[in-house]
């Protein structure tokens, strides 16, 4: 499974970050993305009622929709996370046990890092992609990190907006992960709300399918 997970999270590249919303618009939003081409959603474990978000997600979802679970800061709650199907882990920092965790399920792991000791210590756990975080930095930092290790996925994270996410591409990002930049849950999740995310989302996918 984490094979096809991966394959699937590399070749689409976006993934959009849902932290913090109303568990009642949460299908809206993830229906709202599709449409605009994004095909993998991360629901964080801090949002309310997290895991009966993503266990609903999954299941009315899951054939249109590779959805994971984001913030997770420790091994007991990948595992929770994972039994309400979650199909790849994200966290903001590396805990070696929570990589360990995500593998022993078979699912995809995505722990957090900034420093190139910390990238290259999640990588030799185990981490399938590293979430370089935060990315507020720029792409010049992250194109540094990227030099001396060409062969470790990254995915910048936190400050990734659509007027830089060519420069993170052209700096070698293998992913992207988007938050309020897309999905700004802090505004009310009405029909124009849905078609302007739509619409957004549309864009993103627009930004690194052109040429560079």
Known sequence: MATSVLSHLLQ????SIIRGANPDDLVSIVRALHAGGIRSVEITINSPKALQGIARVAAELGEQMLVGAGTVLDPETARMALDAGARFIISPTLNVETIRMTKRYGAVSI????TPTEILTA????????????????????????????????????????DNIRAFQR???????????????????????????????????QAISEPQ
């Open 171 to 205: 700096a070698g990002a293998a992913a992207f992960g988007l938050g309020s930049s897309l999905v700004d849950t802090s505004q009310p999740v009405s029909d124009e709300y849905l078609r302007a995310l739509t619409h957004k989302a549309q864009q993103f996918v």
């Open 12 to 15: 689409h590249q976006l993934v």
């Open 111 to 114: 722990p957090g890092g900034f």
């Open 123 to 162: 990588y030799e756990h185990g981490a399938d992609i590293i979430k370089v975080f935060p990315a507020s930095l720029g792409a010049a930092y992250f194109k540094d990190i990227k030099g001396p290790l060409p062969f470790i996925p990254l995915m910048p994270t936190g400050g990734v907006k659509l």
